[in-house]
């Protein structure tokens, strides 16, 4: 038997109920292209209450390595591709009307979480690749565009 700890990384997918299947398809297919590790997709149930997160979709995977990997030029065109399908990933259609979600990348091991909105800039991607992971303990991180940063406020208050 195999210990846990020797298990390869995965990588998993939360789809919120609204994500169509040819776009929780082409997201793990993106992920895939960018080098994460294999992706198990589940739905998150249809009830949720008022206090519930309101992403529309959770990848929780190895996160440092995942981000380091994104700045390889090998993967520039599956960059690219994901770039896009987090865009549209965040803007399904809604019967509620709901505005847009983001999607959010965690990782399983430090719990860090980055919140990824449909319409960040180019900036804010190019600086996700160089992030270091460790000098955050809290998070969410979101990208700042009046400072252009990633940033933690919940890391800030505590100091």
């Known amino acids: 038997m195999t210990d846990a700890l020797d298990a390869p990384p995965r990588a998993e997918l939360l789809l919120d109920h609204e994500v169509p299947e040819d776009l929780g398809r082409e997201?793990?297919?993106?992920l895939d292209g960018l080098g994460a590790p294999p992706v198990r997709v589940r739905?998150?149930?249809?009830?949720?209450?008022?206090?519930?997160i309101p992403w529309i979709v959770l990848a929780s995977?190895?996160?440092?390595?995942?981000?380091?990997?994104l700045g390889a030029e090998a993967v520039k065109d599956a960059y690219t591709a994901f770039k896009g399908v987090v865009r549209?990933?965040?803007?399904?259609g809604s019967p509620t009307g709901g505005?847009?979600?983001?999607?959010?990348?965690?990782?399983p091991v430090g719990g860090v979480s980055v919140v990824l909105e449909p319409d960040l800039p180019a900036e804010a991607y190019e600086l996700l690749?160089?992030?270091d992971l460790t000098e955050y303990t809290?998070?969410?991180?979101?990208?700042?565009?009046?400072q252009g940063?990633?940033?933690?406020?919940l890391d800030e208050a505590a100091g």
Not at 43 to 52: E, K, Q
Not at 88 to 92: F, I, N, Q, S
């Open 27 to 30: 997201l793990v297919a993106a």
């Open 88 to 92: 549209r990933t965040a803007r399904p």
């Open 61 to 69: 995977l190895p996160l440092q390595a995942f981000l380091s990997g």
């Open 129 to 131: 690749v160089g992030l």
């Open 138 to 146: 809290v998070g969410p991180l979101h990208y700042d565009r009046a």
């Open 43 to 52: 739905r998150a149930l249809a009830h949720r209450g008022a206090a519930d």
């Open 99 to 107: 505005g847009a979600r983001p999607l959010v990348l965690q990782d």
């Open 149 to 153: 940063r990633w940033r933690s406020v």
